[in-house]
T-cell receptor, first 117, second 113 residues
Framework: AQTVTQSQPEMSVQEAETVTLSCTYD???????LFWYKQPPSRQMILVIR??????QNATENRFSVNFQKAAKSFSLKISDSQLGDAAMYFC??????????????FGTGTLLAVQP | NAGVTQTPKFRILKIGQSMTLQCTQD?????MYWYRQDPGMGLKLIYY???????DKGEVPNGYNVSRSTTEDFPLRLELAAPSQTSVYFC????????????FGQGTRLTVV
Protein backbone atom coordinates (compact mmCIF):
# COMPACT_ATOMS: atom_id res chain seq x y z
CA ALA A 1 0.00 0.00 0.00
CA GLN A 2 1.11 3.53 -0.69
CA THR A 3 2.00 5.87 2.14
CA VAL A 4 2.74 9.58 2.33
CA THR A 5 4.92 11.06 5.08
CA GLN A 6 5.28 14.69 6.07
CA SER A 7 7.91 14.87 8.78
CA GLN A 8 7.47 18.55 9.67
CA PRO A 9 4.32 19.08 11.78
CA GLU A 10 4.95 22.84 11.92
CA MET A 11 7.06 25.36 10.05
CA SER A 12 7.52 29.10 10.31
CA VAL A 13 8.74 31.63 7.77
CA GLN A 14 9.20 35.39 7.68
CA GLU A 15 7.11 37.33 5.22
CA ALA A 16 8.89 37.66 1.84
CA GLU A 17 11.25 34.78 2.65
CA THR A 18 11.34 31.30 1.13
CA VAL A 19 10.30 28.10 2.85
CA THR A 20 10.41 24.45 1.80
CA LEU A 21 7.96 21.83 3.02
CA SER A 22 9.03 18.19 2.85
CA CYS A 23 7.11 15.16 1.68
CA THR A 24 8.21 11.59 1.06
CA TYR A 25 6.12 8.72 -0.20
CA ASP A 26 6.37 5.01 -0.61
CA UNK A 27 5.06 3.14 -3.62
CA UNK A 28 5.98 0.28 -5.89
CA UNK A 29 4.24 1.92 -8.84
CA UNK A 30 6.06 3.80 -11.57
CA UNK A 31 3.17 5.94 -12.77
CA UNK A 32 1.34 8.19 -10.34
CA UNK A 33 0.47 11.78 -9.50
CA LEU A 34 1.48 13.94 -6.58
CA PHE A 35 -0.32 16.98 -5.23
CA TRP A 36 0.06 19.71 -2.67
CA TYR A 37 -3.14 20.98 -1.10
CA LYS A 38 -3.53 24.05 1.09
CA GLN A 39 -6.07 24.18 3.92
CA PRO A 40 -6.53 27.66 5.42
CA PRO A 41 -8.51 28.22 8.64
CA SER A 42 -11.70 28.23 6.57
CA ARG A 43 -11.14 24.44 6.16
CA GLN A 44 -11.50 24.64 2.39
CA MET A 45 -9.04 22.33 0.61
CA ILE A 46 -7.34 24.15 -2.24
CA LEU A 47 -5.08 22.56 -4.83
CA VAL A 48 -1.70 24.33 -4.91
CA ILE A 49 0.26 22.30 -7.43
CA ARG A 50 0.41 18.89 -9.09
CA UNK A 51 3.20 16.74 -10.55
CA UNK A 52 3.02 13.83 -12.97
CA UNK A 53 5.55 11.15 -12.08
CA UNK A 54 6.45 10.54 -15.71
CA UNK A 55 7.52 14.16 -16.14
CA UNK A 56 11.07 14.98 -15.13
CA GLN A 57 10.44 18.72 -15.13
CA ASN A 58 9.42 20.12 -11.79
CA ALA A 59 6.01 21.78 -11.70
CA THR A 60 5.71 25.48 -10.92
CA GLU A 61 2.73 27.72 -10.21
CA ASN A 62 3.70 31.34 -9.68
CA ARG A 63 5.44 31.47 -6.26
CA PHE A 64 5.01 27.74 -5.69
CA SER A 65 7.35 25.12 -7.08
CA VAL A 66 8.22 21.54 -6.32
CA ASN A 67 11.41 19.53 -6.16
CA PHE A 68 10.41 16.09 -7.39
CA GLN A 69 13.01 13.39 -6.87
CA LYS A 70 11.47 10.18 -8.18
CA ALA A 71 14.29 7.84 -7.23
CA ALA A 72 14.34 9.19 -3.69
CA LYS A 73 10.51 9.30 -3.58
CA SER A 74 10.63 12.87 -2.42
CA PHE A 75 8.26 15.71 -3.32
CA SER A 76 8.99 18.98 -1.53
CA LEU A 77 7.11 22.26 -1.95
CA LYS A 78 8.95 25.56 -2.12
CA ILE A 79 7.08 28.78 -1.42
CA SER A 80 8.94 31.88 -2.53
CA ASP A 81 8.24 35.44 -1.37
CA SER A 82 5.97 34.14 1.39
CA GLN A 83 2.84 36.13 2.08
CA LEU A 84 0.60 36.30 5.13
CA GLY A 85 -2.11 34.57 3.11
CA ASP A 86 0.12 31.53 2.70
CA ALA A 87 -0.39 30.65 6.36
CA ALA A 88 -2.27 27.36 6.33
CA MET A 89 -2.01 23.62 6.74
CA TYR A 90 -0.35 22.03 3.72
CA PHE A 91 -1.02 18.45 2.72
CA CYS A 92 0.97 16.31 0.34
CA UNK A 93 -1.11 13.71 -1.52
CA UNK A 94 -0.54 10.74 -3.81
CA UNK A 95 -2.80 9.30 -6.47
CA UNK A 96 -2.14 6.11 -8.39
CA UNK A 97 -2.30 6.29 -12.17
CA UNK A 98 -4.07 2.96 -12.26
CA UNK A 99 -7.76 2.92 -12.91
CA UNK A 100 -10.68 1.71 -10.87
CA UNK A 101 -10.35 1.03 -7.19
CA UNK A 102 -6.67 1.95 -7.01
CA UNK A 103 -7.36 5.53 -7.97
CA UNK A 104 -7.59 6.86 -4.44
CA UNK A 105 -6.12 10.05 -3.09
CA UNK A 106 -3.83 9.34 -0.12
CA PHE A 107 -2.77 12.18 2.18
CA GLY A 108 0.10 12.90 4.51
CA THR A 109 -0.45 14.24 8.02
CA GLY A 110 0.10 17.84 7.03
CA THR A 111 2.47 20.69 7.85
CA LEU A 112 1.15 23.78 9.58
CA LEU A 113 2.86 26.84 8.10
CA ALA A 114 2.97 30.10 10.03
CA VAL A 115 4.02 33.31 8.27
CA GLN A 116 5.54 35.99 10.52
CA PRO A 117 5.10 39.64 9.52
CA ASN B 1 -20.94 27.08 -9.73
CA ALA B 2 -21.64 25.03 -6.59
CA GLY B 3 -18.95 22.32 -6.88
CA VAL B 4 -19.13 19.94 -3.90
CA THR B 5 -21.73 20.78 -1.29
CA GLN B 6 -21.78 19.21 2.16
CA THR B 7 -24.44 19.56 4.80
CA PRO B 8 -24.55 20.20 7.67
CA LYS B 9 -21.48 22.29 8.48
CA PHE B 10 -21.67 21.57 12.19
CA ARG B 11 -23.46 18.95 14.25
CA ILE B 12 -23.47 17.70 17.81
CA LEU B 13 -24.67 14.14 18.34
CA LYS B 14 -25.29 12.18 21.47
CA ILE B 15 -23.71 8.75 21.86
CA GLY B 16 -25.83 6.14 20.13
CA GLN B 17 -27.62 8.55 17.82
CA SER B 18 -27.50 8.20 14.06
CA MET B 19 -27.19 10.76 11.31
CA THR B 20 -26.47 11.17 7.62
CA LEU B 21 -23.93 13.58 6.21
CA GLN B 22 -25.06 14.74 2.82
CA CYS B 23 -22.74 15.33 -0.14
CA THR B 24 -23.68 16.37 -3.63
CA GLN B 25 -21.59 17.48 -6.60
CA ASP B 26 -22.66 19.11 -9.83
CA UNK B 27 -19.53 18.45 -11.90
CA UNK B 28 -20.54 15.00 -13.21
CA UNK B 29 -17.55 13.43 -11.48
CA UNK B 30 -17.30 9.65 -11.40
CA UNK B 31 -15.24 9.41 -8.26
CA MET B 32 -16.45 10.48 -4.85
CA TYR B 33 -14.75 10.13 -1.48
CA TRP B 34 -15.38 10.57 2.20
CA TYR B 35 -12.46 11.50 4.45
CA ARG B 36 -12.19 12.25 8.12
CA GLN B 37 -9.63 14.66 9.48
CA ASP B 38 -8.42 14.23 13.03
CA PRO B 39 -5.89 16.65 14.55
CA GLY B 40 -2.35 15.71 13.54
CA MET B 41 -3.54 12.71 11.56
CA GLY B 42 -4.10 14.09 8.10
CA LEU B 43 -7.07 12.88 6.09
CA LYS B 44 -8.09 9.26 6.35
CA LEU B 45 -10.23 7.68 3.65
CA ILE B 46 -13.49 6.23 4.98
CA TYR B 47 -15.28 5.11 1.82
CA TYR B 48 -15.08 5.90 -1.84
CA UNK B 49 -17.10 5.31 -4.98
CA UNK B 50 -15.98 4.98 -8.58
CA UNK B 51 -19.46 5.47 -9.99
CA UNK B 52 -23.16 5.14 -9.28
CA UNK B 53 -23.91 1.83 -7.62
CA UNK B 54 -20.25 1.09 -6.79
CA UNK B 55 -18.72 1.75 -3.39
CA ASP B 56 -15.74 0.39 -1.51
CA LYS B 57 -14.11 0.67 1.88
CA GLY B 58 -11.19 2.92 2.59
CA GLU B 59 -8.82 2.84 5.55
CA VAL B 60 -11.30 3.53 8.36
CA PRO B 61 -14.80 2.28 7.37
CA ASN B 62 -15.97 0.87 10.70
CA GLY B 63 -19.04 2.61 12.05
CA TYR B 64 -20.00 4.14 8.70
CA ASN B 65 -22.06 3.23 5.67
CA VAL B 66 -22.45 4.80 2.25
CA SER B 67 -24.58 4.52 -0.84
CA ARG B 68 -24.29 5.92 -4.34
CA SER B 69 -27.59 5.72 -6.13
CA THR B 70 -26.85 8.68 -8.41
CA THR B 71 -23.72 10.26 -9.86
CA GLU B 72 -24.37 13.44 -7.91
CA ASP B 73 -24.99 12.20 -4.38
CA PHE B 74 -22.82 10.26 -1.93
CA PRO B 75 -24.27 10.33 1.60
CA LEU B 76 -22.35 9.03 4.61
CA ARG B 77 -24.36 7.34 7.34
CA LEU B 78 -23.22 7.12 10.94
CA GLU B 79 -24.99 4.46 12.94
CA LEU B 80 -24.74 4.42 16.74
CA ALA B 81 -22.43 7.42 17.03
CA ALA B 82 -19.40 7.05 19.32
CA PRO B 83 -17.00 9.67 20.75
CA SER B 84 -14.27 8.24 18.48
CA GLN B 85 -16.25 9.57 15.52
CA THR B 86 -15.74 13.15 16.65
CA SER B 87 -13.90 14.62 13.69
CA VAL B 88 -14.11 16.87 10.67
CA TYR B 89 -15.55 15.08 7.65
CA PHE B 90 -14.80 15.98 4.07
CA CYS B 91 -16.50 14.85 0.92
CA UNK B 92 -14.58 15.11 -2.34
CA UNK B 93 -15.07 14.26 -5.98
CA UNK B 94 -12.95 13.93 -9.08
CA UNK B 95 -13.02 12.80 -12.67
CA UNK B 96 -11.77 9.36 -13.54
CA UNK B 97 -8.70 10.79 -15.22
CA UNK B 98 -5.74 10.07 -13.04
CA UNK B 99 -4.13 13.44 -12.98
CA UNK B 100 -7.13 15.53 -12.15
CA UNK B 101 -7.37 16.88 -8.67
CA UNK B 102 -10.13 16.19 -6.22
CA UNK B 103 -12.55 18.97 -5.36
CA PHE B 104 -13.55 19.18 -1.73
CA GLY B 105 -16.60 20.29 0.17
CA GLN B 106 -16.17 22.67 3.07
CA GLY B 107 -16.33 19.96 5.69
CA THR B 108 -18.63 18.97 8.53
CA ARG B 109 -17.45 19.35 12.10
CA LEU B 110 -19.07 16.56 14.08
CA THR B 111 -18.90 16.26 17.85
CA VAL B 112 -20.22 13.17 19.63
CA VAL B 113 -20.91 13.70 23.33
Amino acid sequence: AQTVTQSQPEMSVQEAETVTLSCTYDTSESDYYLFWYKQPPSRQMILVIRQEAYKQQNATENRFSVNFQKAAKSFSLKISDSQLGDAAMYFCAYRSAGGGATNKLIFGTGTLLAVQP
Amino acid sequence: NAGVTQTPKFRILKIGQSMTLQCTQDMNHNYMYWYRQDPGMGLKLIYYSVGAGITDKGEVPNGYNVSRSTTEDFPLRLELAAPSQTSVYFCASSFTNRGTEAFFGQGTRLTVV
